[in-house]
């Protein structure tokens, strides 16, 4: 069964940089069709999509977030990752990992499985 | 950006009862369409896909349908797991993004 795991982040500092890895197990990451997704969630509020990365290290972002982030991705660990410089307290928020899977021979751009969620908190 | 809109914002329900929620898209976006389930504390659940897809493993008392802008999920017969906030999230165009939601509450 397809897990996906977010790292601790916790506290992190105005003007500084949110660094989160997600850890895949039950399945290859670099498995054809499939890609990787970040999604945040500000306390109390509603979703954002931040970006994803394809297997093949494409990535595409959500354009709110500017030139703020990157996502990485790691196949030798299993992993991809997230980084979002220049952080604020807007930063404030859950953030999730998620798989998306194909629909025929597109990519669905819709989010399953989720990680549990790893709360980070921008704050001096 | 697509905007997303849910109704109602909350909805109060019987065990039991047939609950309809509503998605509207700012433009069409064909059947590119999701629905999420979201418990208190817990990461959101897919459920439905390209609108009217059942996600496996999900009760069949869910069901969604609709294209173009409007969209609807039901719930045939609300049992208590259910009681949740639902998310749609249009897979049309990038960047995606979701509805506001809707809490489905215990009446």
């Known amino acids: 069964q397809l897990q996906l795991q977010e790292s601790d982040s916790g506290l992190v500092k105005p003007s500084q940089t949110l660094s989160l890895t997600c850890t895949v197990s039950?399945?290859?990451?670099?498995?054809?069709?499939?890609?990787w997704s970040w999604i945040r969630q500000p306390p109390g509020k509603g979703l954002e999509w931040i970006g994803y990365?394809?297997?093949?290290?494409?990535?595409y972002y959500n354009p709110s977030l500017k030139n703020r982030v990157t996502i990485s991705i790691d196949m030798s660990k299993n992993q991809f990752s997230l980084k979002v410089t220049s952080v604020t307290a807007a930063d404030t928020a859950v953030y999730y990992c998620?798989?998306?899977?194909?629909?025929?021979?597109?990519?669905?751009?819709?989010?399953?499985?989720w990680g549990q969620g790893s709360l980070v908190t921008v704050s001096s | 950006d697509i905007q997303m809109t849910q109704s109602p914002s909350s909805v109060s329900a019987a065990v039991g009862d047939r609950v309809t929620l509503t998605c509207r898209a700012s433009?069409?976006?064909?059947?590119?369409l999701a629905w999420y389930q979201q418990k208190p504390g817990q990461a959101p659940k897919l459920i439905i896909y390209?609108?009217?897809t059942l996600q496996t493993g999900v009760p069949s008392r869910f069901s969604g349908s609709g294209s173009g802008t409007d969209f609807t999920l039901t719930i045939s017969s609300l049992q208590p797991e259910d009681f949740a906030t639902y998310y749609c999230?249009?897979?049309?165009?990038?960047?995606?993004?979701f509805g506001q939601g809707t809490k489905v509450e215990i009446k």
């Open positions: 998620a798989r998306v899977p194909p629909y025929g021979k597109y990519v669905s751009s819709w989010f399953d499985p």
């Open positions: 039950g399945d290859s990451i670099s498995s054809a069709g499939f890609s």
């Open positions: 990365i394809y297997h093949s290290g494409d990535s």
């Open positions: 433009q069409v976006i064909s059947t590119w």
């Open positions: 390209a609108a009217s």
């Open positions: 999230q249009q897979a049309s165009a990038s960047p995606y993004t």
